[in-house]
């Protein structure tokens, strides 16, 4: 009878737990920890690289469950009286305390057991129910033609996700448009017609100026110029620092946020404009009038000469021989970045699991060469083999051999190693990327810049006056 009574309670505390889990889960969400658990053996006795991520995506992290309370009686940690203990029983015979105790022993392994199972499903729930807006994210975004899809629609996707979908798509949409529509009526008010240099032209002007113009209800705006965020301009603090939206509410943004706006906006205006990446860097290339692509640095409005790109020392001759850096990307190219910034942002917010795995197998299936996809790859094969390696008590490299699990997840990081170098990549320290940046300053008093600039301009005043020229015979 007792065993009876003891189980059913039992059965109907699993029950209740069951039903109340769902209020659980927003609850425990806002308690999520994130703890690193990277090991770091001796580097004399195990070659490895630790590869470092874009700016301010850090370095993948494990999901850590937050503390779920035990059930009262049951578990390890509860605080179960067996009957043998409790006084009120008043237990006499010394058999019969013995055979109680090893059924309750019994009884509760099972219950330890049971509540185990119950716990994990209920870890999974919990789990299931914090990324279902990235998972949902994703699910959209596969469904979707990398070479021919909106970045708009992409790009909120894979910031809403981060937000837990918090944001509209409309408005988002809108904030864009606001913007597009802006270029138009300053390449109206300056007498500009519609083409790809003029229209490049205009975009840059956010970049660069404040623009006054007149709004459809006829009251006077001022946009102020985009700028850069030199405020945890990686993310390290506020992740959403790289995010279009951030820069579209603040007007302050960062290499990552920047171009990404630059190219929605061309995507409204229907001009052509590409992303190009740097070491932890991206900009905009764009043909001008004589077919000829310009760089457009967004973090400060500036066209810059690829002598001066090429200045940050970390760029190599196979790296461009590969078209990993100051190459044009594809859409399909700039899909699978999209994808990235997705598997990122997920990493940095729950931790490296199946669906990051799936995410990043999907961007190497649609961009075989993706970097950001290869360097994951090798910190993950870097932690492996770092794993195995500890586990067999750092054995001597000459003595792998005797250690086959060893030897072949080692070989595996090698290759992973090498795939990344074949790409021609190089580690660009954060101190020398903010030097490299600041010294646009220097760029812009080179004369090859300067005739840049003098060229560009040149071929805007010439449209201004064909522009001028049409509107006076159409007036005659």
Not at 88 to 97: L, P
Not at 245 to 263: D, E, T, V
Request: proline share 5%.
């Amino acid at each position: 009878m007792l065993m009876e009574k003891v189980f059913t309670l039992y059965q109907s505390l699993c029950t209740l737990f069951l039903r109340i889990s769902s209020c659980w889960m927003l609850l425990l969400c806002s308690c999520i920890g994130i703890t690193l658990t990277a090991q770091t053996p001796d580097p004399s006795s195990f070659p490895y690289r630790s590869y470092p991520m874009q700016p301010g995506f850090g370095a993948p992290r494990t999901w850590q469950m937050p503390p779920i309370p035990p059930v009262p009686g049951y578990g390890s940690t509860g605080n179960y009286r067996s009957p043998a203990n409790s006084p009120a029983m008043g237990w006499k015979q010394q058999g019969n305390v013995n055979s109680a105790l090893t059924q309750q022993q019994q009884l509760q392994a099972l219950l330890e057991s049971d509540f185990y199972i119950s716990q994990q499903i209920r870890e999974r729930d919990i789990r299931m129910a914090c990324t279902r807006a990235y998972r949902q994210a994703y699910s959209t975004l596969i469904t979707m033609n990398p070479d021919s899809f909106s970045l708009t629609m992409v790009q909120f996707l894979v910031e809403n996700a981060y937000y837990d979908n918090l944001y509209d798509l409309n408005s988002f949409d809108s904030l864009i448009c606001f913007q597009s529509n802006a270029v138009r009526r300053f390449l109206k008010q300056e007498g500009l017609p519609l083409n790809n240099t003029t229209l490049n032209y205009g975009i840059q002007q956010l970049f660069r100026r404040s623009l006054t113009m007149y709004d459809r209800k006829g009251r006077l705006v001022t946009l102020r110029p985009l700028s850069y965020d030199f405020n945890d301009y990686k993310g390290e603090n506020d992740y959403s620092q790289l995010f279009t939206l951030k820069l579209l509410l603040s007007g302050k943004g960062q290499c990552n946020s920047m171009p990404r706006l630059y190219l929605m906006i061309a995507e409204k205006l229907g001009a052509q404009a590409y992303l190009s990446l740097g070491p932890q860097h991206s900009f905009i290339q764009y043909p001008d009038a004589r077919n000829r692509l310009v760089n457009f640095e967004t973090t400060n409005g500036t066209v810059v000469t690829t002598n001066w790109l090429m200045q940050s020392g970390y760029i190599n001759a196979h790296a461009l021989k590969m078209k990993t850096y100051l190459d044009t990307l594809s859409r399909r190219e700039l899909f699978a970045r999209s994808l990235c910034d997705l598997m990122l942002g997920y990493v940095h917010k729950f931790g490296y699991d199946e669906l990051a795995e799936e995410i990043r197998q999907k961007i190497l299936q649609i961009d075989p060469q993706n970097l950001t996809a290869l360097i994951v790859g090798s910190n993950l094969k870097t932690q492996e083999s770092l794993d195995k390696y500890i586990a067999a008590g750092k054995p001597p490299l000459q003595e792998l051999d005797k250690y086959p699990a060893v030897q072949t997840v080692r070989q595996e990081m090698l290759a992973a190693y090498e795939a990344v170098d074949r790409l021609g990549y190089q580690d660009m320290p954060a101190g020398a990327y903010q030097r490299w940046l600041g010294s646009i300053e220097q760029e812009k008093k080179q004369r090859s810049q300067q005739a840049l600039q003098q060229s560009i301009q040149a071929d805007i005043d010439r449209l201004r006056k064909i522009k001028v020229t049409i509107t006076q015979k159409k007036g005659r």
